[in-house]
């Protein structure tokens, strides 16, 4: 029975006893007669529209959070419940390689979430398609001020944020200090310019055989981070084949071509899982890469671990870090889109970052909680500890630096075809870079 139905019906039956004694009287037939026509009341009042309550459901697809932080989620998700009765958040956990699939059927078929967690690069591809909220209109000032701008505009186009930042990922130095001895350098005092890490590593292979650094060379964000101009201010001309890239990649061919960095750098796409295999096997004394790795290396290779020490990621000219955010958008036509930004950003505000940098070693959007003491204590790994501050303080220099051009995938072939002909010794560097440029002068028409 509905819960606006009861007090009618209860009215309704005292009355019929009251005027209708009858009905009371203890006969079989009295008894069936009044039973029946109880129950033909009753169908009429279900059908006559007592007052219903429905509940809305909010649709929110996340990528590979569960099992790890379930609880985390569906405490953030009831928090959030008990301020908007009436309204049901249904979770959805997808793995990266299956959520860009399903998201494209949904959108065909017209039937979006309403909140969807995305990498920058995918986010970027849905905006350029018009499938996505520009969160500058439908996120107050206020709230858009609390998140670093170098992370607010991740996914900024054509001048426009169409993404909330979540959590993010920064580079620090993780070095093998007993390599570092062997070598004759002193592990107290890592490389802090990308010219001393250069030094360092050829010193390094000539003194012990092993590499001192391997790059997973991506070129575009390395040229940004060296403050390179990528493109022209109308984003519609390359500007990488001048001389300043040119000198650049000429660094990486001629570390190369000596065998300071390993042949297997050819191997873009899989040269930062191979650098991760060298350095858990003892055999490479540098390596660029998230504070979060450091908890694998404490599991798969203990001995390793005992001599691991962390740096901070040297800065180039252009004074910027490559921050890796995950982001929160809103498809432009999901149902119930004020709640859907309302829980964007309320899953990123202050409290509920901080919460989930402490579940797992990733860093906040928000400028707040990023500043919290937690992440400035050592906890119960001094080395896990100091990764976290080095990461945390970087923070207010670092960028998503994913440029959100269109023909991202063509714009990325050609960039590789030029490394690799540039490595392999097929093209020279510049002649490289500038058929590269010219193919995506085109790509931006």
């Given amino acids: 029975m509905r819960p606006g139905c009861s007090p009618l019906l209860a009215w309704f039956l005292r009355a019929l006893i009251r005027n209708n004694p009858a009905a009371m009287e203890k006969t079989f037939v009295h008894r069936l007669r009044f039973i029946t026509f109880f129950c033909l009341i009753v169908t009429l009042f279900l059908l006559s529209g007592c007052p219903r309550k429905s509940t809305k459901k909010l649709e929110v697809w996340t990528i590979s959070l569960q099992p790890l932080f379930t609880s985390y989620m569906n405490e953030v998700i009831h928090d959030w419940e008990k301020t908007h009765p009436g309204i049901q958040v249904d979770w959805v956990d997808l793995p990266l390689n299956a959520i860009q699939q399903k998201l494209i059927a949904a959108f065909a078929s017209d039937s979006p979430p309403s909140v969807v967690n995305l990498n920058t690069e995918m986010a970027f591809q849905l905006t350029e398609a018009g499938a996505l909220l520009n969160m500058d209109q439908f996120v107050r000032p206020e709230v858009r001020a609390l998140y670093f701008p170098g992370l607010w505009n991740a996914v900024n186009y054509q001048g426009s944020s169409y993404a909330i930042p979540w959590y ?22 890592p490389p802090t310019t990308w010219d001393e890490l250069v030094e360092d590593s050829k010193e390094i292979k000539d003194k012990t055989g092993l590499y001192g650094w391997f790059p997973a060379i991506k070129f575009i964000q390395d040229l940004e981070e060296q403050g390179i101009p990528v493109v022209d201010s109308e984003r519609r001309t390359a500007l990488f084949d001048q001389p300043e890239a040119v000198k650049r990649l000429a660094m990486y061919v001629d570390l190369f071509r000596n065998g300071t960095i390993p042949r297997e750098t050819l191997s873009l796409s899989k040269a930062y899982q191979q ?3 060298l350095y858990q096997a003892g055999r490479l004394a540098v390596l660029q890469t ?3 790795f450091l908890n694998r290396v404490r599991d798969s290779a203990p001995s390793v671990y005992s001599v691991t020490r962390v740096a901070p990621l040297p800065l180039g000219k252009g004074k910027v870090i490559g921050a890796a ?6 498809p432009r036509n999901a149902p119930l889109i004020p709640e859907a930004i309302d829980f964007a950003t309320f899953l990123t505000n202050d409290k509920n970052q901080l919460k989930f940098s402490q579940v797992v070693l990733v860093f906040p959007s928000t400028r707040k909680a990023s500043s919290d003491p937690f992440f400035k204590t050592q906890g119960a790994d001094p080395l896990i ?4 501050k080095i990461g945390a303080s970087e923070l207010r220099i670092a960028k998503d630096l994913t440029l959100g051009l269109k023909n991202s995938k063509a714009r990325n072939e050609a960039i590789r075809d030029a490394l690799e002909n540039a490595l392999m010794g097929r093209k020279s560097p510049y002649q490289a870079l500038h058929d590269a440029a010219l193919l995506w002068d085109k790509l931006l028409k």
């Fill in 168 to 189: 993010v990922t920064t580079e620090v130095l993780i070095y093998n200090a007993d390599i570092f001895s062997k070598a004759g350098l002193d592990p107290n005092n």
């Fill in 275 to 277: 650098a991760v295999d």
């Fill in 290 to 292: 998230g504070p979060q």
């Fill in 325 to 330: 955010t995950m982001n929160l958008v809103v």
């Fill in 385 to 388: 500890g100091e990764a976290r």
